[in-house]
Structures are given as C-alpha cells and as structure tokens.
C-alpha cells in the first residue's frame, strides 16, 4: 500500500513539473508574441524599411536593449510587470525603434550616440511619441509606463550619460502638449494611478509648459 502511495505521489509530481513547464513555456510564448506583434505593427504602420527583430528574453532585469551592429531589440522578463496595455509595451517598443533607426545611419552614428547618449534617450522619447500615434497607440501611455520605471537619482547618484527620470518625463509631455495636445484633453489615462502620479510630481513643469506654449497651442486644446 505504501509503495503504491508512493507510485501515485511520484506519478503526480512529474505530472505537475511537465505541466508547470507547459504553463510557463505558453506564458513566454505569449509574451514574445505580443511583442512582435507590437513591434511589427509600429514599423508597418511607419512604413519602416529597415529590417528589424523583436525578442522576448527571459531574464530578471527591468530592461528593454537595441542589439546596436544586427538591430535586434530586446525585451527583458523584468519589464512585463511594467505593462498594463499594449500602448505601454508600444512605448518601450518605440523608444528602442528610435534608436536601432539611429543605428541604422553607420557607424559613426553609433559612435556619436555611445558617446552622447543623453541626448539620443530625449530624441527616442521623442521619436517614440511619433511611432506612436503614427501606429494608433496612445502617446500618453510613454509618460505612463515613464513615470513607472524610472526613478530619480542625484546628479551624484547617476551615470553622466543619462537623464534624469523626470527631465524624461516632462521632455514628453512638453513634446505630446505642443504636437499632439488632442492626447492630453480628456485623455483615458484620466483615472490612470501612473498618470494622476505624474500630474501629481510634476505641477511646477507642467505650468512651465504651458506658459512657453501658451501661445502657440490652440486655446480649445489646452489643459
Ligand atoms: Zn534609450
């Protein structure tokens, strides 16, 4: 009796393990569906003649990585947790987009880019805003899945080549506000708890924003 008992636990331990396995495998499958899918869409929709790939890998840091010489962009484990839609992983996507664009230029390009990255992250926010709403996704969704992942390190704190989180922040939202304002008039991040965060950290800049657009903007696309 005992021995069958045994039988019967073995047996439903390697089921359980095979069937955790196929579980996990169909999750990471998803995963790099979704992102090709994204990532395709975005360069269809921009008429994007450059080739490039979108890989899903499986690993714990929060990080998205533009393979630089063969344009592969990566999405590592990490970052899912990041992403409540399509527009957020749409934002990653498009960031890294702009930059494998800019790889695409040659090698001095490249070097320039290692060289001042600090610039070419503003210029890929940017970018990324336009990839976008060229693709139908929602631009807000950057200053989302922005106000997420990126903390606020002392100029002491960081590496000189990168900005800090809320120059990202504002950048892009002074971008979508002088571009695209239709995105921030009752937009449907509204009653999103990133969004209200973002409102929430940044009332000094945005005012500023307003003021330096105050007169180019149209009054009925204001807010
Ligand atoms: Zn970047």
């Known amino acids: 009796m005992k021995k069958f008992i045994l039988c019967v636990f073995a047996l439903f331990l390697t089921f359980n393990v095979c069937f955790a396995d196929?579980?996990?495998l169909d999750k990471e499958a998803k995963y790099q569906k979704q992102v090709m899918q994204v990532g395709f869409r975005i360069l269809n929709a921009n008429q994007i003649e450059k080739r490039m790939t979108f890989y899903y890998i499986n690993n714990k840091d929060v990080n998205a990585a533009t393979a630089m010489s063969n344009k592969t962009i990566c999405l590592y484990k990490g970052i899912i947790p990041f992403f409540d839609s399509d527009d957020e992983l749409a934002a990653v996507l498009s960031h890294e987009i702009a930059h494998a664009l800019d790889a695409h230029k040659g090698l001095w390009r490249r070097l320039t880019m290692a060289a001042s990255s600090k610039s070419?992250?503003?210029?890929?926010d940017k970018?990324?805003?336009?990839?976008?709403v060229n693709a139908?996704?929602?631009?807000?969704?950057?200053?989302?899945?922005?106000n997420k992942i990126l903390g606020e390190q002392n100029w002491f704190e960081r590496p000189i080549?990168?900005?800090?989180?809320s120059q990202?922040?504002?950048?892009v939202y002074d971008y979508i506000y002088s571009k695209y304002p239709e995105y921030l008039v009752d937009n449907e991040y509204k009653n999103n708890l990133y969004y209200q965060n973002f409102l929430?950290?940044?009332k000094k800049e945005r005012a500023l924003v307003r003021q330096r657009h105050s007169n180019t903007v149209p009054v009925s696309n204001k807010k």
Do not use: C, Q, W
């Open 161 to 165: 080549s990168h900005p800090i989180g």
């Open 120 to 124: 070419y992250e503003f210029k890929a």
């Open 127 to 132: 970018k990324g805003v336009d990839l976008m």
């Open 136 to 146: 139908g996704y929602n631009p807000v969704a950057m200053i989302v899945v922005l």
């Open 200 to 202: 929430l950290t940044t």
């Open 168 to 171: 990202r922040l504002i950048t």
């Open 22 to 24: 196929e579980l996990r």
